[in-house]
């Protein structure tokens, strides 16, 4: 194709009113696209966390469960000890979790309570101010939280009808979750159960050796990298659907904005077309045509939506920091794929127009 | 009958082609807003489902605890009694509550708020089966996605909290994308999970109102939550609502900047293809009122027919998401399409806006001007 | 009193001694059921009369009174339905609006004049039938010829009962038949109706049918002894200083010597039942 006028391009870029428009709109579909894909990764980063930074090598579970996602449950009896009595555990602490509704400013906020015992590992990995809980009464929560409602350290939350004195900000925010951290003991109290847990942290230089023996022993015990891994199944079982149905109807939005441009492109000029195609174009030029205006509105739309969606991301960081959009080395990848198939497929109808162009229109009066 | 010849429409529907692109273009931006609504309206269905069918008045749970989902609750076990004494109480029972996995033969699992309660009564249980009967010991009711998402029928063992129960019957209603609602027997629960009171469900004698049920009652438990079923049912409403609302605000956003484009591009284009018509029209002795008419009126009709398509769509996309993934039950509500439409004019009206003015300053002596 | 009265119409460009004076001092009166044709030279301020005379363009100074309301002194937003009421307008290029079929186009111009519903489309159905197209009231313009598309386009002119009818090169995009058919229309218009129908155009044929031809030049009507047709391009040209040639004791007129030169080369090919000396009285 070198050495030719690049007719189609030319025609496109004429009108700029009209090419502003279309690009924004590609641009803002493949910005959704962009976000909804750094959601993803975003979303699978923070459903790890937690098992990733708490510092365990293995977990005991409860009976019939895969990750940390349950309640507080009951664990066999003595579980504690028969872990702590394996001769090459270094370290064994429970961890109660339980979510709650905290009701802050008239708005129902989820989080995470987790509660670990003081001094023991299971509490928050990240200080961003203030420390850990130590006693009953102290709660530790994320930072988003904090900023998001004014809260800071001294100030006291209502947690299931008893108040916390806030003690610490973490860096710890989960998926459209906050953590908030506490006793074991406190959380023994706010449930007035006292003989549940939900999970047991183990540190050891051989979680091989180690899980094989407990397991032996009835225990349910699964290494850190599988409960990541589980934790990350459920969380993007949940998810993956209807992230897949939004990134579909944004796929469906671009490619047919860049069809309604290229063919509103193409029909204003149609005596300009039937021109071309009166001095002996073929169709197969026509059809290249028309892959030219989709394809350069496909790339201008990939431009615009790269800028839409670093704009985006740093509003929603700004405002929402719970939904982490994490910008991926695979989402480029993928946002350009995404481009050259919108592309392709638009140029369908604006094709059909062309083909179909009486190369007598170029001598038809105006009407 | 006064009829005018319908120049807006003929306009807009000139080229059937760049029609259909348009009000598709239109239609997949406001389907984005009305699935993800749509998703979020059918959650809110499910997870209240149980309470929508419970036969409670009045529902007592531990102090600032205002919901089931994602909550934990703990009361004293001599809460019942305390409840039954109340003047205007029929009945009053416990349930007993918790989260965990229900786990089938194959390792396929599902995670579930397990109520246990006493089948005798059945009164904290659903309200109705769909098949089999309530369990006995041993047993357990599961709702029907989650059965086929477990690959389990009534009369199949699943696993749960340490012990291996019987499907015994199977209820309709309560499973989410996130998690389902499974019921056993109150002993099979103590055995396993112990014996703590998680709620108090109140029945109203007839004559007595819930609202005025709910008062009494939280006289007498000062140190608890009482809250009439309705009251119960929004506050699970909104705790989806809530946790919504920031990623609902976001792809709103979106979509509505996106129809915006779309239609601005629309408008744009068919006036200035059609401004030489314009100057005709204004030559005839068209007013300029009468054209700026036309340009809102293919807004509007642009807007209309799009937000019809989307409805549409989206209606028809919910069912097959349905079929797909029963547990995403998507619920697109004539309010939801309501607000989503008047969203989209007030965009058409913003998209017209240029158009407007260009049509506003068309010289009705440019139609003597030769055409090109 | 005549339905069109001008008195001293003037359209200046511009400011001191950048000025352009396109229409100076015109005078005229058209009476009901008169074709006049106004012809010139190009940028003789044909068009720009024409466009004073339909409201669509405010003169600097001087009257336009039509039934007896004067256009030049009426507010800005008076003048659509100035224009609705009293004028016709024929285009150069048929100007249809491609979206609507003929009898909507027809239609339109009713609604517009302040009448709807069935007693439009009746009106716009008679006017078009009356002008042949019967068999055609569904068609797109894009699917009917020239001249039917100029036929449709006299018929929107007479929707709204106007007593003034504007052409604007009415013939120019028609081929000789059609031109002859508008022609005689224009004449038809004019005579049965008793409308005024003002034409702006180059093209002789008219000429046939109209009660007066006025020559604009410079803004300016010309009293023009005699008018003479170049019998090598066929523009009306004046007799007096052109250029011309004697032959076998005619004298002929010529818009240009280049003209003359290409008579002079061939005077046999023009002189064969050609048009030669014609006189025109000026208005």
Partial sequence: MSGRVPLARRNLLADRRRLGAGVVGVGLAVMLILLLDGMWAGLQGQATVYSQRSGADLYVLQPGVRDLTAGAGTLPPRTLDTVRSDPDVAWATPVRTAYVILQLHARKVAAYLVGSVPGERGGPWSMAAGRAPAADDEVTIDTVLGDRHGIGIGDRLEVMGRSLRVVGLSHSSGFMLSYAFVTHAALDQLTASPDKTSFVLVGTADPGAVAGRLSAQGLNVLGRDQVSANNLTFATGIFGSPLRLMVGIGLAAGTMIIALTAYTAIVERRREYGIVKAMGATRRRMVGLALAQTVTLAALGLVAGGVLFVAGRALINATRPQFAVVLTAGAAGRAVTAALVMALVAAVIPARRLAALEPAAAFRSAS | ?372 | MSPVSVRQLTKTYGQGELAVAAVRHVDLDIAAGEVVLIMGPSGSGKTTLLLMLGAMLRPTSGSITVDGVDLAAAAERDLPPLRARHFGFIFQDFNLLSALDVVENVEVACNLAGVTGRAANERATALLTRLGLGARLRFRPDQISGGEKQRVAVARALANDPPVILADEPTANLDSAHGHEIARLLRQIATEDGRSVVIVSHDQRLKEIADRVLWLEDGEFRQLAAMATDPVCGMAVETGDGPHQELDGRTFWFCSTHCRDEFRAMPGRFTRGGENAHSITGG
């Fill in chain 2, 1 to 372: 009958m006064s009829r005018r010849v319908p120049l807006a429409r003929r306009a807009l529907f000139q080229d059937r082609r760049r029609a259909a692109l348009a009000a598709g273009g239109v239609a997949a931006a406001l389907l984005l807003v009305l699935m993800l609504q749509g998703i979020f309206d059918g959650a809110m269905g499910q997870v209240t489902a149980y309470l929508r069918s419970s036969p409670a008045d009045v529902i007592v749970s531990q102090r600032d605890v205002r919901t089931m989902h994602m909550s934990v609750s703990a009361l004293a076990p001599e809460t019942v009694a305390g409840v039954q004494q109340v003047d205007g109480v029929a009945w009053a029972e416990g349930i007993r509550y918790t989260t965990t996995f229900l786990v089938a033969a194959d390792g396929r699992q599902q995670l579930s708020y397990v109520i246990g309660y006493d089948p005798a009564t059945g009164r904290g249980g659903p309200r109705r089966l769909s098949s089999g009967r309530v369990p006995g010991r041993g047993e357990i009711i599961v709702e029907e996605i989650a059965a086929r998402r477990l690959g389990v029928r009534a009369g199949d063992s699943i696993g749960l909290l340490g012990g291996s129960y019987r499907i015994s019957g199977l209820f309709r209603g309560g499973t989410t994308i996130t998690n389902s609602v499974a019921f056993i027997g109150t002993e099979d629960f103590a055995a396993r999970a112990g014996n703590s009171l998680a709620y108090v469900l109140v029945g109203a004698k007839s004559g007595v109102g819930s609202g005025e049920l709910a008062r009494r009652v939280a006289d007498a438990l000062p140190a608890d939550t009482v809250q009439s079923k309705e009251r119960f049912a929004a506050e699970e409403a909104s705790l989806v609502k809530d946790m919504s609302a920031d990623v609902m605000r976001i792809m709103s956003t979106i979509g509505l900047l996106i129809a915006l484009a779309v239609i601005g591009l629309t408008l744009f284009s068919l006036t200035l293809a059609k401004l030489r018509e314009h100057a005709v029209v204004k030559a005839l002795g068209g007013r300029t009122r009468y054209l700026a008419a036309v340009v809102l009126a293919q807004a509007a009709w642009s807007v209309v027919l799009a937000v019809a398509l989307a409805a549409v769509l989206a209606v028809a996309m919910a069912a097959a998401v349905g079929r797909v993934n029963p547990a995403i039950a998507v619920v697109i509500t004539p309010a939801s399409v309501l607000r989503t439409g008047v969203a989209a004019l007030l965009i058409g009206a913003v998209g017209a806006v240029v158009p407007l003015r260009r049509v506003v300053a068309v010289d009705p002596a440019s139609a003597f001007r030769r055409a090109s």
